[in-house]
């Protein structure tokens, strides 16, 4: 998995609230099991017609928010179903950090296995942040991890709080996976003694 130490790019506003699962990947992109490819049906309801073709009133499709890093969105994102592709999609998108003043408990969760940085802010900081979000290009946001701090285009510092060992593990690219590899010379050792001295099994 990819470190997040410090994440500088344009964040792209999203001010909707109860953003489920259905709508971050709709239920027809659910069919791989691969977590890359997924980045174009990312919102693929709200940003695609009905033709296939793009919707230019969609933020992602807009020339300032092609490229957006971060995401600046409504209360309780990531509701709905449990579906782990969701934060697949934001990844393959290019979206590393979300923010929120509250996300859906798995979701949240999910989003630290996969290499993205989900923030809760309060909604004051919220609003401050949506603000920088809509002036698009123009105007970057720098997440640091390390110190813990949203740095704004004009220099305001929002400061968020985050769980000590997921933090750890984004910043060192640990998942799961990465995770149970830091003990594999563990493993090992009891694999082999655990062999000695039950032979038969």
């Known amino acids: 998995m990819e470190k997040f130490t410090t994440l500088t790019g344009v964040a792209a506003p999203l001010p909707i ?50 490229n957006a890093k971060v995401l600046v969105t409504g209360d309780n994102f990531g509701c709905g179903s449990s579906r782990e592709h969701a934060p697949w999609a934001l990844a393959d998108f290019g979206i590393r950090c979300v923010i929120s003043t509250s996300f859906a408990d798995i979701f949240y969760n999910n989003c630290f296995k996969n290499g993205i940085l989900p923030i809760v802010v309060s909604p004051d900081e919220l609003e401050k942040l949506m603000d920088d979000a809509e002036r698009g290009a123009n105007a970057t946001l720098t997440v640091d991890l390390e110190a813990q701090e949203i740095r704004g285009p004009d220099g305001g510092v929002i400061t968020f709080e985050i769980d000590a060992f997921k933090r750890h593990c984004l910043l060192n690219g640990l998942d799961d996976i990465g995770l149970t590899l830091e003990k594999a010379p563990a493993i090992e050792s009891f694999e082999q003694k655990y062999t000695k001295s039950r032979p038969w099994a």
């Open 17 to 66: 609230v109860n953003v489920d699962t259905d709508m971050i990947i709709p239920k027809d992109y659910l069919k791989t099991i691969k977590r890359t490819g997924l980045g174009s049906g990312l919102f693929a309801e709200m940003r695609y017609n009905e033709d296939g073709s793009e919707n230019p009133d969609f933020v992602l499709n807009k020339p300032a928010y092609r």
